[in-house]
């Protein structure tokens, strides 16, 4: 087996839904980042040997993102892309597939992360092939079923049709998380982002793009979900927004988010030719099952079990980047492993998806750049990035940053 490493990585700004970015496609924002990640490397488009990128909420009319994003960035033809789709974990996956034909010899150099976009996030109607009854009462039935896919972790499950707010209600229920815990969670969030904004430590992940607007073209930068004005009052405010009496609320949930993360990656060897400095390497990666009603538990089962696969301990970690799906999720899954005051200094120090924002075919490639920069600001040799994923799974990838 090879060493893989990564070379470089870009994300565009993540904008807010019905936002800056509502007019450009998940493939206008990959191709920049394509672009640029070749560019500022100094490599021919023709180098890459392949592109994988996750995305969710596609449509038919633009499939295989992986694919569309080359041929918009205008790679060669013979430069191979495809998609993977992992719910919330797409783009983790996206580089762990990548690593894997890396680490076997198969190819020498890829491109791999994740795009979306939500604001333009396909609907669907429920049984319209066979067409409708034309009476109220059919209509305002088949009605309740327009839904967009964001809101169901995949089809009906096993025991029930969950969306994955319940499920954060469910978490929230089985490790007796309070609503009070969950709004000074997301508010710690947007207070930790808004001040690594403001120290410049965000600016070094993003990558400028020009986007369509109805004013015309422009220049976007901005994560524009973050809130650094809000205050737990007025987080305290907000109604449930899954189930009466419930504690999960927009506020306390991770936003639906455009944007798109990629990293660039190659063998070693590939690496030393060309006279490219690696920032970190991939170490162990691993999927895993949970019951699908808890989803969001995942990322602990996924911890444990690159700590068991690399024969190591939580201690051995510098830093973690845990997707804030919902605080209950992220706070459920901090209670299941335990974790000390202390301990959790060590995760999401700059805030997460409640504030930056979850744009979910690209989240996961989000995490690991965060996680790299993080770990050379603060000198950290290991860190793991993870994803709970609807449907009951989870993701996690192990770094090791480069000397």
């Known amino acids: 087996m090879r060493d893989v490493v990564i070379v470089d990585a870009a994300r ?13 496609e998940a493939d206008e924002l990959a191709a920049p980042l394509l ?13 890459i040997d392949l592109c994988v990128m996750g995305n969710v909420d596609g449509h038919s009319t633009a499939p295989n993102l992986g694919r569309l994003a080359l041929l918009r960035a205008g790679f060669p033809f013979e430069v191979p892309g495809f998609t993977v789709e992992h719910q919330c974990g797409s783009a983790l996956l996206a580089i762990n597939t990548a690593y894997m034909q890396l680490a076997l010899g198969m190819i020498d150099i890829a491109l791999a992360g994740g795009a979306e976009n939500l604001s333009n996030a396909p609907y669907w109607i429920e049984n319209a092939r066979q067409g409708f009854r034309l009476d109220e009462k059919g209509l305002k039935i088949h009605c309740e079923f327009m839904e967009t896919a964001r809101r169901v972790c995949g089809p009906a499950l096993y025991k029930e049709n969950v969306n994955m707010g319940i499920t954060a209600e469910n978490l929230a229920e089985k490790y007796n998380i309070s609503r009070q815990e969950q709004d000074e969670f997301a508010y710690e969030s947007h207070m930790k982002f808004s001040a690594a904004i403001e120290r410049g430590r965000i600016k070094k992940e993003i990558l400028p793009i020009e986007v369509k607007t109805r004013k015309g073209p422009t220049m976007f930068d901005t994560d524009e979900h973050v809130k650094p004005d809000t205050t737990i009052e007025e987080l305290g405010k907000l109604r449930p927004a899954f189930k009466e009496g419930g504690t999960v609320t927009a506020g306390n949930s ?71 799906a919902f605080c209950a999720q992220t706070l459920a899954v901090y209670k299941e492993l335990e974790l000390t ?4 200094e060590k995760f ?22 965060t996680l790299i920069y993080e770990m050379q600001e603060k000198g950290v040799q290991r860190g793991i990035a993870t994803l709970c994923c609807g449907g009951g799974t989870g993701i996690a990838t192990e770094l090791i940053l480069e000397d």
């Open 348 to 369: 999401n120090p700059n805030g997460g998806a409640i504030a930056v924002g979850h744009p979910v075919g690209a989240s996961g490639a989000r995490l690991v750049q």
């Open 12 to 24: 565009t700004g993540f904008g807010k839904y019905g936002g800056t970015l509502i007019k450009t």
């Open 254 to 324: 991770s936003g639906m988010n455009d944007g798109a993360a990629v990293v660039l990656m190659m063998t070693r060897e590939k690496a030393k030719e060309l006279g490219l400095k690696p920032i970190a390497s991939i170490g162990k990666h691993i999927s895993v099952g949970v019951d699908p009603a808890i989803m969001g538990i995942a990322p602990a089962f996924a911890i444990r079990k690159i700590l068991q696969m690399a024969g190591t301990k939580l201690e051995d970690y510098g830093m973690f980047e845990v997707n804030e």
């Open 341 to 344: 005051a202390k301990q959790r």
């Open 35 to 47: 672009l640029e990640l070749v560019k500022r490397n100094n490599l021919e488009k023709g180098d």
